[in-house]
């Protein structure tokens, strides 16, 4: 099983960028965080990267029920959205397998939780 869903849109960085904040938005989620990658190894490393950002995507709904369910839960949370360029205006985005990282943790309560997150992560990618 893998650990992620990826797909790979074909616009510039920026257009991706608000595709997925609005697509996102569809299925319950809002971008609570997000990391620069590149940035960050330029900045730290001196180190030139492509361009890859790490979103921290949240259903409030989602992440009361899971933290309800599992105190600890918080550490594996938000659920991260990853687009890095693959190329001149190719995007590729991949979510995180909520089913896939909550086997790890044993709780037969997160498993309707995960199941529906997964639904909800596989649709946003496809609209995109």
Known sequence: MSYYNTKTVNESFSRVRTRIEEALKKQGFGIISEIDMDQKFREKLGIEFRRYKI???CSPKHAYLAVTAEE??????????????KGTDAVEVSVIDPVAS???????HLEDIASEIRSKLREFLESL
Do not use: D
């Open 72 to 85: 600890h839960i918080g550490l594996m949370l938000p659920c991260n959205v990853v687009m890095q360029e």
């Open 55 to 57: 979103l921290g995507a």
């Open 102 to 108: 909550m086997q790890a943790v044993k709780n037969p």
